[in-house]
């Protein structure tokens, strides 16, 4: 279930960046920045395909890997982060299955939009 929901999120990522690249010269000069042929850039950038789609492509695979949403702080998610943002945060661990239901992620500690245009952290050595 986790990985469809890291799967899900990267792909999102990707169309909602892809949104973001609004003009076509645009669209074709940040992938070519990232690694992407001059002919798969001009072929996804003058695709009349949405960006859902397009979040699929080659191109975005390529220009937005898995390891550039690390870099952002996006890295795998595991149980206990998804149990720390469904938990409420004044629950008691102890007795959580008087609050257990159906619950929505809904958190401000995710701003997606602040990840994607902050510049990727400098690795420590």
């Not at 898995?66 to 952002?72: G, Q």
Request: some cysteine; hydrophobic content about 35%; charged content about 25%.
């Amino acid at each position: 279930m986790l990985e469809g929901l890291e799967k899900w999120l990267r792909h999102r990522l990707r169309s909602v960046i892809w949104k973001q690249w609004k003009r076509g010269t645009v669209r074709f000069d940040e992938p070519r920045k990232r690694g992407v042929g001059k002919d798969l850039a001009a072929q996804t950038a003058g695709s009349a395909h949405g960006p859902w789609r397009l979040a699929k492509s080659p191109a975005l695979s390529i220009a937005l890997p898995n390891a550039y949403f690390d870099s952002l702080g996006i890295s795998e998610i595991d149980g206990s982060l998804v149990a720390q943002l469904a938990e409420p945060p004044d629950a008691d661990p102890c007795d959580r299955e008087r609050w257990r239901q159906p619950t929505y992620v809904d958190s401000p500690h995710l701003n997606i939009r602040a990840l994607v245009t902050q510049e990727p952290p400098a690795h420590q050595n």
